[in-house]
């Protein structure tokens, strides 16, 4: 069925409309952590401060084989004009800095030999930049990035190594190594990019705050060990507060209207139930603009009226990580996702299909924005809560066959890592004949020669190809891969 692929974020409702609602409810026109734009290469949500990266350029300086009567020693070519290139890259990381609200610090000259990388090495070991840039237009300046990427290890700066050259020969096994983002690649300033997005995603990480409401009687607070993630807890008797102080006003109204309008069957839904999945939705953007948060978890079973389903969808469709059941490292996986590529993940309940060797992927609060905000919607419909009978509702999604898709896992600890599949989707069933959760979607892992090998409960599925970006991420920050059952390649 035909969905509008210019919808705004908010189940329809346009971006501005949605704002006026939520701050007629909240006190605001804006929450802070709504203010960036919706663009996926946009920077994260909360003002905070992005990554600095030093960026090294590699090569002789000009000249050095304009009397030189053999050529060869000036490979790549003495038509190879270095420093324009050197422009030419400069150029395009001012832009890649401007995108992704971050500082690529650069200087208009080379490392041209040991002497130069020494003195480098001394300004690194001074101000210690989030990463460490190296573009070599020249074979010979290999012993220079290999002094640096050295001193980097040394002082645990992450590295990206950019070889910008059609041609250069020899091994590169000693560089597909962790701590380290080896590209060999013409003109490929899109991975540069993205290696860029992996060192300002950890920096986010580092300064970001979740909330996890539960029956805690009293606030507090802790740290995740290796994101540096600060969760704080909050009473879920503030939330309740806060549920039932949220006033229905005309605006509401008119959100709850476009929700039901854009679905294409409201099955068993009441207009109270919709006024408390609103009441919820606002009760919980109010917590989030009061505390500065990104994002939230919740011990949301069992309550009645109170379950956010609904919200958690729409807050996760606007990259505003949300996650059931107080799970925290699904909402680190979340906040990771939405940070490293830009989607939403969908949290869900795993499942096997054992005769045709598949996979289910099942929960509740899936995001009709599965592309992005700025991205189209999935067609979608709204129902009753699938496992209690107090009417409350929630949202069932369809999900595209054939679309590629991504699933993720980070597995906190003393040492942390990432379970990662790839897929494609299959089919997203009714409900019924398919059982669980609302929303039921069937995946062919394609990574691995047996669906069941895939482990973990409530895993992120990602709709898109982005196996490749997630295991680079992991490999640049020294994460272990668990990777069950996966024989592929790391790096590919």
Same mark, same amino acid.
């Given at each position: 069925m035909s969905r509008h692929d210019n919808i705004e974020a908010g189940y329809g409702l346009g971006r501005r409309d949605f704002l006026a609602a939520a701050g007629i409810a909240g006190g605001a026109t804006m929450f802070p952590w709504m203010k960036a734009t919706v663009a996926q290469s946009a920077p994260p949500v909360r003002n905070k401060e992005g990554a600095t990266v030093r960026a090294v350029f590699l090569y002789p300086p000009s000249g050095t084989f304009s009397n030189n009567p053999d050529g060869w020693w000036s490979w790549p070519g003495n038509e190879y004009d270095a420093e324009g290139r050197q422009k030419k890259y400069m150029a395009a990381l001012a832009d890649m800095e401007k995108r992704l609200g971050m500082e690529i610090v650069m200087e208009n000259r080379s490392?041209?030999?040991?002497?130069?990388?020494?003195?480098?090495?001394?300004?690194?070991?001074?101000?210690?930049?989030?990463?460490? *840039?190296?573009?070599?237009?020249?074979?010979?300046? *290999?012993?220079?990035?290999?002094?640096?990427?050295?001193?980097?290890?040394?002082?645990?700066?992450?590295?990206? +190594? +950019?070889?910008?050259?059609?041609?250069?020969?020899?091994?590169?096994?000693?560089?597909?190594?962790?701590?380290?983002f080896f590209i060999q690649s013409l003109e490929n300033l899109d991975a540069i990019e993205y290696g860029m997005r992996m060192i300002n995603t950890r920096k986010q990480l580092r300064q970001s705050l979740l909330l996890s409401i539960t029956e805690a009687d009293q606030p507090r607070e802790a740290t995740e060990s290796f994101f540096g993630i600060k969760v704080r807890v909050i009473?879920?008797?503030?939330?309740?507060?806060?549920?039932?102080?949220?006033?229905? /006003? $005309?605006?509401?109204?008119?959100?709850?209207?476009?929700? /039901?309008? $854009?679905?294409?069957?409201?099955?068993?839904? /009441?207009? %109270?139930?919709?006024?408390?999945?609103?009441?919820?939705?606002?009760?919980? #953007?109010?917590?989030?603009?009061?505390?500065?948060?990104?994002?939230?978890?919740?011990?949301c079973l069992r309550r009645g009226m109170?379950?956010?389903?609904?919200?958690?969808?729409?807050?996760?469709?606007?990259? #505003?990580?949300?996650?059931?059941?107080?799970?925290?490292?699904?909402?680190?996986?979340?906040?990771?996702?939405?940070?490293?590529?830009?989607?939403?993940?969908?949290?869900?309940?795993?499942?096997?299909? #054992? %005769?045709?060797?598949?996979?289910?992927?099942?929960?509740?609060?899936?995001? #009709?924005?599965?592309?992005?905000?700025?991205?189209?919607?999935? /067609?979608?419909?709204?129902?009753?809560?699938?496992?209690t009978n107090e009417g409350s509702c929630?949202?069932?999604?369809?999900?595209?066959?054939?679309?590629?898709?991504?699933?993720?896992?980070?597995?906190?600890?003393?040492?942390?890592?990432?379970?990662?599949?790839?897929?494609?989707?299959?089919?997203?069933?009714?409900?019924?004949?398919?059982?669980?959760?609302?929303?039921?979607?069937?995946?062919?892992i394609t990574d691995r020669s047996d669906a069941c090998m895939v482990s973990g409960h409530h895993n992120l599925l990602f709709c898109g190809d982005f196996a490749r970006q997630f295991r680079l991420f992991a490999q640049l920050y020294k994460m272990e891969l668990a990777n069950t059952g996966y024989q592929g390649p790391r790096f590919v």
């Open positions: 490392v041209a030999g040991n002497a130069d990388a020494q003195k480098l090495i001394g300004e690194l070991e001074t101000s210690r930049p989030d990463g460490l *840039l190296l573009v070599m237009f020249y074979n010979n300046s *290999l012993p220079q990035a290999n002094l640096l990427i050295e001193a980097a290890k040394k002082l645990d700066i992450p590295v990206v +190594f +950019f070889i910008g050259l059609g041609v250069k020969h020899g091994s590169i096994a000693a560089y597909r190594r962790p701590g380290l009473p879920f008797s503030r939330y309740a507060d806060q549920f039932h102080k949220v006033q229905i /006003t $005309e605006a509401t109204q008119s959100l709850m209207k476009k929700l /039901t309008r $854009e679905a294409v069957e409201v099955r068993g839904v /009441t207009e %109270e139930s919709l006024r408390n999945a609103m009441r919820a939705h606002l009760a919980l #953007t109010e917590l989030l603009r009061d505390e500065n948060a990104d994002g939230l978890t919740m011990n109170l379950k956010p389903c609904i919200s958690f969808s729409l807050l996760n469709g606007m990259l #505003t990580p949300a996650a059931c059941e107080n799970d925290l490292p699904a909402v680190y996986t979340q906040l990771l996702g939405q940070l490293l590529i830009g989607r939403p993940g969908f949290q869900h309940n795993p499942c096997y299909e #054992t %005769e045709k060797n598949h996979y289910y992927a099942s929960h509740c609060t899936c995001p #009709t924005k599965v592309y992005g905000p700025d991205g189209p919607e999935l /067609t979608y419909l709204l129902r009753r809560f699938a496992h929630a949202i069932q999604t369809f999900w595209k066959p054939e679309e590629p898709v991504t699933m993720v896992r980070y597995h906190p600890g003393e040492k942390p890592a990432l379970d990662v599949y790839s897929g494609r989707v299959v089919i997203s069933h009714p409900m019924p004949p398919a059982g669980g959760c609302t929303t039921n979607v069937e995946v062919e």
